[in-house]
């Protein structure tokens, strides 16, 4: 989490006078993604932060932090509200820029920074990469363990319910 805390006091030395807008996704989902990439780009991923494409997706998520570290969203946020005011902040949920509802989202951006309103057409299918399985039970269930008290922590942090999230409903 060094990487977040260095790259806000690094914006915050440069200027104050700056908006973020976090665009957030279901931890597991972003992690099982990042690990597909890597394998539908090897041969050039094979060097990329430590991970060994010769072993399972279990392996790696637990063993290289390209696929674990950035899931862990509050902790990165935190770094930054060390240096900025929570109101410098937006909060996107990925899954709800997909949904019927994504209007709603786009004018949330919009609004935060300071642009008219236009509608935004369905978006979610221009970058979907396809994905060779689907994540497993067991997967699913070791990635949540990890991330539970992360996306807690984080609920909290932001205001918001996370629905979407499926795998943490009802997460305390």
């Given at each position: 989490?060094?990487?977040?805390?260095?790259?806000?006091?690094?914006?915050?030395n440069y200027?104050t006078?700056?908006k973020?807008?976090?665009l957030?996704?279901?931890?597991?989902?972003?992690?099982?993604?990042?690990?597909n990439?890597?394998?539908?780009e090897?041969?050039?991923?094979?060097?990329?932060?430590g991970?060994?494409?010769?072993?399972?997706?279990?392996?790696?998520?637990?063993?290289?932090?390209?696929?674990?570290?950035?899931g862990?969203?509050?902790?990165?946020?935190?770094?930054?509200?060390k240096?900025?005011?929570k109101?410098?902040?937006?909060?996107?949920?990925?899954?709800r820029l997909?949904s019927?509802?994504?209007q709603?989202?786009?004018?949330k951006?919009?609004?935060?920074?300071?642009?008219d309103?236009?509608?935004?057409?369905?978006?979610?299918t221009?970058?979907?990469?396809?994905?060779?399985r689907k994540?497993?039970?067991?997967e699913?269930v070791?990635?949540?363990?990890?991330?539970?008290?992360?996306v807690?922590?984080?609920?909290?942090?932001?205001?918001?319910?996370l629905k979407?999230?499926?795998?943490?409903k009802?997460?305390?």
């Amino acid at each position: 989490m060094k990487n977040s805390d260095f790259v806000a006091k690094k914006i915050r030395n440069y200027t104050t006078d700056v908006k973020f807008i976090f665009l957030l996704r279901n931890p597991i989902d972003r992690a099982f993604s990042a690990y597909n990439h890597y394998m539908q780009e090897l041969p050039k991923t094979a060097s990329w932060g430590g991970w060994n494409p010769k072993k399972s997706f279990l392996y790696n998520f637990f063993t290289c932090d390209s696929f674990t570290k950035a899931g862990f969203y509050q902790e990165h946020i935190c770094n930054y509200l060390k240096y900025f005011k929570k109101d410098q902040f937006l909060f996107i949920i990925s899954e709800r820029l997909g949904s019927e509802g994504h209007q709603k989202e786009w004018d949330k951006i919009f609004d935060f920074i300071g642009l008219d309103k236009f509608e935004v057409k369905d978006n979610y299918t221009i970058h979907k990469r396809k994905k060779p399985r689907k994540l497993g039970y067991n997967e699913r269930v070791a990635a949540k363990d990890l991330y539970e008290e992360s996306v807690v922590l984080l609920r909290d942090l932001i205001q918001d319910d996370l629905k979407e999230w499926v795998d943490f409903k009802g997460c305390k």
